[in-house]
Every structure is written in structure tokens, then in C-alpha cells.
């Protein structure tokens, strides 16, 4: 019996790496120099958690400026910044990887001499250089700026929360490039963006067009065979020459494809991120040494954008931990569904339907004995209006108590069959009458409907603007029909009693 083989994660880093492949360039060393983002030891090594730095410089950070007018639409998530102290620390060097080139800013610890714990709450790029935004506490601004003085040593630690959060980032960014590629190659379908969603929804790529299912799958295959081959990945590097760089190129339309190298950046680095026989793409984004343990699901749709001039796509997909998340959770939605419904997990589809089916027979079912009661109502309603003696319109409130979904339009399937009886009966002054309908139970916050409906507009507008004033019920209408809503408890000793004394008084035309 031979025993089961388990591919385990390497721990380490291989050494090939990170391949620096001009002569001329070297990772700094002088410590008092902060290594450019391209060379940063998160870049060159991205299994690394923990790293022995030092500080170049330490500020005060001043929240930005609101922007004028509508707010740009950030294309990654950064976690929100407390409105305490802050603290812009920048290091030699980090393993804290700072927002950029679509992946969103890891999180971290910062260790200080005196063994006292700073939480990096982000890091971002300014220029060529990584800043720590480092939340200050229990101490005094003054005595922090002492702790980050230039020079002082320091430890850098993704600690577990940082380090699954980076994990997550390298898996889905790794596993993007990987289906960018696929896609531009088998089918010319070049990625135009893509997002790295908050852990943990499904990202996308867009792409120009919607993909059919048999295209999805295939795209799905190969990528997957690439992965179980376990294909390597790794780093570029090589001095920026700006003068030769290129725009990012664009569509018939004039859309650009994916993005060119930021106006702002300073670090002088160019990385090449490969995919052994696969990809070979810029980026300054952390990504996995391998494709093991990357199994890429893509979601078997597209949703499509229309644009003013185009008509684009969004593929999503799932990798690494996001994969295992949804695929724990959609099995624990199947079998919490399969309980309920008293059934096997893969009998399901077939009792959603049939509940579904049973479901609309009982709504059907619960419409006609509706329209059926309504109809004795109307005429009950009738009757009494008939009773009414002297020369005054004859009016009539009902209140109900109903849990029905749509109370208001069981009141108004009350109202229509009233018009239908209404011609044959011997009503010649008219009639007014309120219906109203609150829940069983009653809270504060209970919404209780009300129809008002008669024979004479200006009389159903004059009800409906009394109950406006006394009771507070916000509505409306037009012509012999207004209707509103009451928000609160309805008490038969207290709203219905103002009801009738409303009905009252716009019959003898009091108001």
C-alpha cells in the first residue's frame, strides 16, 4: 500500500527568485537610504515575515484635503485610518508592501528598542519611497517622533492577521496575471482592468467582450493545468528608462489596456513578473513563487458593462484561501438548505422547485379567497351606508387587523369591489369611508395603511388632509381615492375615535 503524497508550500523563498538582471544595479545598503519600492526585501522575497530595519525618517502625517467636488472611485481598499495621531515613518527597507499596481497596502507590526508593538495600519508609495502610516498610542506625539528617530533599529512583523491578508493578495494577484494571460492568447481578449476585491468576494478582470460558458471552461482548464504542473514564477528587475518606456496601448475605442507605469514614480526599478512559459508582465505587486495551491475557479458568467461609447465585460474569479472560503460556505448554505427542506443535498434544485411551485399555488390560492372576502366586505359595507338616515352623505370607517403582505391593496380590492356593487345600490347622497389595516402585533415603529375613497373628490381630499393634521398619516391621492401610511400604535380608544370624529364632521361639513 503505498502512502498519500501532500505538495507542501515551500517556506522559504527559492533564491532564483528575485533576479536582478542588469550589472549595474544593486539593492542599497546603506542604511540611512530607503530602498526604493521595486527592490523592497517584500518584492524580493514575498514568503518573508519578519525583517531587522531601520529608520530613514519619521513625520507627523497631516490628514489630506478633502477633494472638491465628486470623489474619485478608489480602485483598491486601504483600511481607514483613525483620526488619532499618525505617524510617516519610512525604512531602509520593508516587508510591509505599500498600495500599488492594483494590489491593495498590507498591514503590519513595528517593533522598536524598547520591545514596544506600533501597528502599521498601511503603507503607500510616495515617489520612489514606501511610507508606514503608524498608528501612535498610550504615549505622546513628541515622545513617538523620539522612538522614530533616524536611525533607530527596528523590527518589521506581518503578524498572522498581516500575513493572511498578504497571502490572500499574492494568491489572487498571482492568479490574475496567470488569466490575463490566458485570455490575451487563446482567445485576444486583453485585460482592460481588473479588481482586487476586499477578502472575500470574487475579483475581475474586464475584458472587451462577454465569454460564453465552453470559453470560460476552457480558459478554467488550462489555467488549472498549469497550476497542478506547479509552473514557477518569478522577478525581473532591471534600471527604469523612462525615455523608452511606452503608453499604455488602447482599443479602437481609445480604452486603455491595463495600465502604464505612474507619472509619479521615482524608484528607477522595472520588474518583469514571469510566469514560467505563460507570462512575462510589468508589475511591483507581491506574487507567489509558484502556481501550487492556486487552483483558479472562474465564475461560469460574465456581467456586462454599457458605457456612453463601449460595451465591456467583467469576469470574476476565485483563488488560493478566497477559493476555500467560498467553497466552505456555499457547502454550508447547501446543507443548512438541505436540512430545512428534509432532504439530500443533491435533491435540492428539485425541492426548491417544488416549493417554489407550491409556493405560487398558495399565493394564487390566497388571492381568489382574498378577492372573494373582499367582495362580502364591499357588501356588508354597502348595507350599512344603505342603513344610514337623514340628508347627510353617509359615511363609515373599518379597521382591520391583518398580517397580510399587502395590506393596502387587500383595502384596494375592497374599494374596487365596492365600485362594482355601487351602481345597483340606492345610495343617492353618496358615501365616504376610511378603511385602514395595522399588523397583529403593534411596535413603535408599525406602519398602519389607510384608503379613503367616496363618491365626492373634494370630500376625500378634505378627509385626507384631516388625517395629515390630527393624525399625522403621510399620504395622498387623487380624484375620490387617497391613501397614507400611519407610523406608530393604533388604538381603537384613540385613532379610531378620530376617525369617526373626522368622518363626523366633513360629513356635516364642520370642516
Known amino acids: 500500500m503505498s502512502g498519500a503524497t501532500a505538495v507542501l508550500y515551500p517556506s522559504q ?36 515575515r519578519t525583517l531587522q530595519s531601520h529608520v530613514v525618517s519619521c513625520t507627523v502625517s497631516k490628514p489630506p484635503a478633502e477633494p472638491a467636488g465628486k470623489k474619485a472611485k478608489k480602485a483598491v481598499i486601504a483600511p481607514t485610518l483613525p483620526k488619532g495621531p499618525i505617524l510617516e515613518v519610512v ?57 522614530f528617530h533616524s536611525g533607530a533599529p527596528v523590527t518589521v512583523l506581518l503578524d498572522k492577521a498581516s500575513w493572511n491578508r498578504r497571502y490572500d493578495h499574492m494568491s489572487m494577484h498571482t492568479s490574475q496575471h496567470l488569466l490575463s494571460a490566458l485570455l490575451e492568447t487563446q482567445l485576444d481578449l486583453p485585460t482592460l482592468s481588473w479588481s482586487l476585491t476586499a477578502h472575500p468576494a470574487p475579483c475581475y478582470v ?16 488550462c489555467a488549472n493545468r498549469f497550476v497542478f504542473e506547479g509552473r514557477k514564477v518569478h522577478v525581473e ?65 460574465t456581467d456586462t458593462l454599457a458605457r456612453s461609447a463601449t460595451t465591456t465585460a467583467r469576469l470574476y474569479f476565485l483563488a488560493g484561501p478566497r477559493l ?56 356588508d359595507i354597502v348595507q350599512k351606508l344603505g342603513a344610514a338616515h337623514g340628508g347627510a352623505v353617509p359615511v363609515l370607517h373599518l379597521h382591520r387587523s391583518d398580517d397580510s403582505a399587502n395590506p393596502l391593496g387587500f383595502l384596494s380590492a375592497i374599494s374596487m369591489a365596492l365600485s362594482d356593487i355601487l351602481p345597483n345600490a340606492n345610495l343617492a347622497n353618496g358615501f365616504l369611508i376610511v378603511l385602514s389595516s395595522s399588523p397583529l402585533t403593534q411596535t413603535v415603529s408599525s406602519v398602519t395603511v389607510v384608503l379613503v375613497c367616496g363618491t365626492d373628490d ?37 385613532e379610531n375615535i378620530a376617525v369617526d370624529e373626522i368622518l363626523k364632521s366633513v360629513s356635516e361639513g364642520r370642516i
Open 13 to 48: 523563498t527559492p533564491s532564483t527568485y528575485h533576479r536582478i538582471v542588469s550589472s549595474t544595479l544593486q539593492v542599497p545598503t546603506d542604511t540611512q537610504a530607503s530602498v526604493p519600492v521595486g527592490l523592497l526585501a517584500c518584492q524580493r522575497d514575498p514568503l518573508l
Open 91 to 147: 525604512l531602509h527597507d520593508t516587508i510591509i508592501f505599500p498600495e500599488g499596481g492594483g494590489q491593495p497596502t498590507d498591514t503590519g507590526v513595528i517593533t522598536t528598542a524598547d520591545n514596544q508593538e506600533w501597528n502599521v495600519l498601511q503603507a503607500k508609495r510616495y515617489g520612489g519611497h514606501a511610507v508606514h502610516f503608524v498608528q501612535v498610542k498610550d504615549v505622546d506625539i513628541e515622545t513617538a517622533l523620539q522612538t
Open 206 to 221: 474586464e475584458i472587451p467582450r462577454g465569454m460564453t460558458g465552453e470559453e470560460i471552461a476552457s480558459i478554467q482548464e
Open 237 to 301: 528587475v532591471t534600471e527604469l528608462d523612462k525615455t523608452v518606456e511606452q503608453p499604455a496601448p488602447t482599443l479602437e475605442s481609445g480604452r486603455a489596456v491595463g495600465k502604464a507605469l505612474p507619472d509619479d514614480y521615482t524608484g528607477g526599478v522595472k520588474r518583469i513578473v514571469v510566469i514560467d512559459g505563460v507570462d512575462r508582465n510589468p508589475c511591483c505587486g507581491t506574487h507567489l513563487p509558484s502556481l501550487h495551491n492556486l487552483q483558479l475557479f472562474l465564475l461560469p458568467h
Open 324 to 379: 476555500i472560503t467560498h467553497l466552505t460556505s456555499t457547502h454550508t448554505l447547501l446543507t443548512n438548505t438541505a436540512s430545512i427542506l428534509s432532504c439530500g443535498a443533491p435533491l435540492v434544485p428539485e425541492r426548491v422547485n417544488q416549493v417554489v411551485d407550491e409556493r405560487r399555488r398558495g399565493d394564487k390560492r390566497v388571492d381568489a379567497l382574498e378577492g372573494e372576502l373582499a367582495r362580502l366586505i364591499a357588501a
Open 458 to 494: 373634494k370630500l376625500v381630499k378634505t378627509s385626507g388632509d384631516a388625517l395629515k393634521s390630527k393624525l399625522g398619516v403621510k399620504g395622498g391621492g387623487k380624484g375620490t381615492r387617497w391613501s397614507g401610511k400611519y407610523t406608530g400604535v393604533w388604538k381603537a380608544e384613540r
